[in-house]
Every structure is written in C-alpha cells, then in structure tokens.
C-alpha cells in the first residue's frame, strides 16, 4: 500500500508542477502584455499632458492679445454710442434741451430739499428753546418757592430760639 500511496503522491506532485509551470508562463505573458499596455498608454498620457501644456501656454497668449483688443472695442462702442446723438443739429439741440431740462429738474429738487431741511432745523431750534424755557421757567418757580419755605423756617426757628432765650432768662 505505501507504494501505491507514494505513486500517487509523485503524480500529484507532478501534475501541481505543471500547474505551477503552466501559470508562470501565463503570467509573464500576462504581466508582459500588462507593460506594454501601460508603456503605450502612459507614452500617450504624456503626449496629452505635453500637448495640453502647449495648448495652456498658447491660450494664455492668446488672452494676453484678446484681452485689450475688447477693451478697447467696447471703449469704441461706448464712445461711438455717446456721440451719436451730436452727428446733427436737430438731434444735438434735442439732446441739449433734454440735459437742460433734466439739470433744471435736479435743482428744483435740491431747492425743496434744502427748503424742507431749513425748515425742519427752525421747528427743532424753536422746539429746543422752549422746552429749555419752560424748564428755566418751572425751576426758577420751584427755587423760588423752596427759598421761600427755607426763610420761613429760618425766621420760625429763630423767632423760636428768641423766645426761648428771652423765656430762660432771669427776671
């Protein structure tokens, strides 16, 4: 019995080597197609990368050029669009009058303004000065009266102290 188990044990062991065999070889295939998969695929990454930098630095020129072309195009524009109604004229007088109207219109507005501030400023002032007069008013009327009650009380204790002196004295 212990060849037979021996026997079967070389087989195994014969059969496990070619396994071994067989997949060692599949994978350097493997791994071999593996490299050269990612060789290919990283040399056209890099190309992408070079070309997008190249592509980068040339869009950055051009909006170096671009850039002050529409500034100035839309300074034109607007330029072009304020003088336009001063071409004629007509159209010149009519754009004159307009800003005449418009600037009388501002200083009929900035008279009522300062009218109204004026006004407000005199009925403050004249608010201010008579709560400050009825204040004097009703303090001085106050004092008054709590001076006369401090001289009535002086002359009662001193016509008090008087009597009181004259009463002890020996006769």
Do not use: C, H, Y
């Amino acid at each position: 019995m212990a060849t037979q188990t021996q026997t079967q044990r070389r087989a195994s062991a014969k059969k496990a080597a070619a396994t071994r065999k067989r997949n060692a070889s599949r994978s350097t295939a493997s791994r071999a197609r593996t490299t050269a998969k990612t060789t290919a695929s990283s040399a056209s990454t890099r190309a992408k990368a070079e070309a997008t930098g190249i592509q980068a630095f040339a869009l950055q020129a051009e909006r170096v050029v671009l850039i002050p072309v529409g500034a100035a195009l839309t300074a034109r524009d607007n330029v072009v669009e304020n003088v336009k109604p001063f071409t004629s004229r007509n159209t010149a007088e009519r754009e004159i009058t307009k800003l005449q109207r418009r600037v009388a219109t501002n200083l009929r507005k900035f008279e009522r303004r300062g009218t109204t501030a004026r006004n407000k400023f005199q009925r403050d002032v004249k608010r201010n000065r008579t709560q400050v007069e009825r204040f004097v008013r009703t303090n001085r009327r106050s004092l008054e009266a709590q001076a006369k009650d401090v001289r009535k009380n002086v002359e009662t204790q001193a016509n008090d102290l008087v009597s009181n002196v004259v009463s002890n004295l020996p006769s």
